[in-house]
T-cell receptor
Framework: SQKIEQNSEALNIQEGKTATLTCNYT??????LQWYRQDPGRGPVFLLL?????KEKRKERLKVTFDTTLKQSLFHITASQPADSATYLC??????????FGAGTRLFVKA | DTGVSQNPRHKITKRGQNVTFRCDPI?????LYWYRQTLGQGPEFLTY????????KSRLLSDRFSAERPKGSFSTLEIQRTEQGDSAMYLC?????????????FGQGTRLTVV
C-alpha cells in the first residue's frame, strides 16, 4: 500500500540555522509533491508544490527538492526564525487530485 | 469570499448522540475534502467530492459517518451514535482542478469532543 514517512521526532534547531525535513514515500510515483505548514489548532496552509520533472523549487527562505529515484523530498528553511516553529506536512500526489498527508514533523526554532 | 469556513469550531457531545458539521468551501472550487486529525498525526483522509458527487470514501470510515454536498456548494459531515474514539479535529479543504495541480485550502476545523 502507499506509504508516506516523515521524521516522527521533533526537530530542534537554533535560530539562524538551516532546518532540513525529510519526506519518504513508497509504493507509488507521484507526479508532484506538496508541503504544508500547520500551527497548533489551525488547518494546514500550503507552502510549495514541486513537480516530478523539477529537481528543486525555492520560495523566499524555503527550498524543496524532489528525488524520484530515491522517492524522497527534502524541505529546507534557511536562516530559521522562532516564527518558523510549526508542524510541516508532506503530501505526495496520489492521483485524481486526492491529497494524502504524512504524519508531519514538528519544528522548534530556539532564539 | 475569504476562505474555507467550518462550523461549529468546537463541539462537545455525549456518547451516542449524533453530530453534524458544516463546511463552506471557496466558491469556485469544485473539489471538497474531509479529513480527521488526532494529536500528533497528520490529517487522515475521510472522503472527497467533485461538485456534488462523492468520489471516494475511506475504508477506515465506518457506516456511522456520512457526508453530503448538495448542489455542489457547502458540505455536511454527520456522525451518528458518536463514540469516544471519534474525538478529533475534523478538517475541510477545497481546491479547484481546472487549472492543473493547485493547492488545497483548509478551514480552521471543527474540534469534536465526545464525553
Amino acid at each position: 500500500s502507499q506509504k508516506i514517512e516523515q521524521n516522527s521526532e521533533a526537530l530542534n534547531i537554533q535560530e539562524g540555522k538551516t532546518a532540513t525535513l525529510t519526506c519518504n514515500y513508497t509504493n507509488y510515483s507521484p507526479a508532484y509533491l506538496q508541503w504544508y505548514r500547520q500551527d497548533p489548532g489551525r488547518g494546514p496552509v500550503f507552502l510549495l508544490l514541486i513537480r516530478e520533472n523539477e529537481k528543486e523549487k525555492r520560495k523566499e527562505r524555503l527550498k524543496v527538492t524532489f528525488d524520484t529515484t530515491l522517492k524522497q523530498s527534502l524541505f529546507h528553511i534557511t536562516a530559521s526564525q522562532p516564527a518558523d516553529s510549526a508542524t510541516y506536512l508532506c503530501a505526495p500526489d496520489t492521483g485524481g487530485f486526492k491529497t494524502i498527508f504524512g504524519a508531519g514533523t514538528r519544528l522548534f526554532v530556539k532564539a | 469570499d475569504t476562505g474555507v469556513s467550518q462550523n461549529p469550531r468546537h463541539k462537545i457531545t455525549k456518547r451516542g448522540q449524533n453530530v453534524t458539521f458544516r463546511c463552506d468551501p471557496i466558491s469556485e472550487h469544485n473539489r471538497l475534502y474531509w479529513y480527521r486529525q488526532t494529536l500528533g498525526q497528520g490529517p487522515e483522509f475521510l472522503t472527497y467530492f467533485q461538485n456534488e458527487a462523492q468520489l471516494e470514501k475511506s475504508r477506515l470510515l465506518s457506516d456511522r459517518f456520512s457526508a453530503e454536498r448538495p448542489k455542489g456548494s457547502f458540505s455536511t459531515l454527520e456522525i451518528q451514535r458518536t463514540e469516544q474514539g471519534d474525538s478529533a479535529m475534523y478538517l475541510c479543504a477545497s481546491r479547484r482542478t481546472d487549472r492543473g495541480n493547485t493547492e488545497a485550502f483548509f478551514g480552521q476545523g471543527t474540534r469534536l469532543t465526545v464525553v
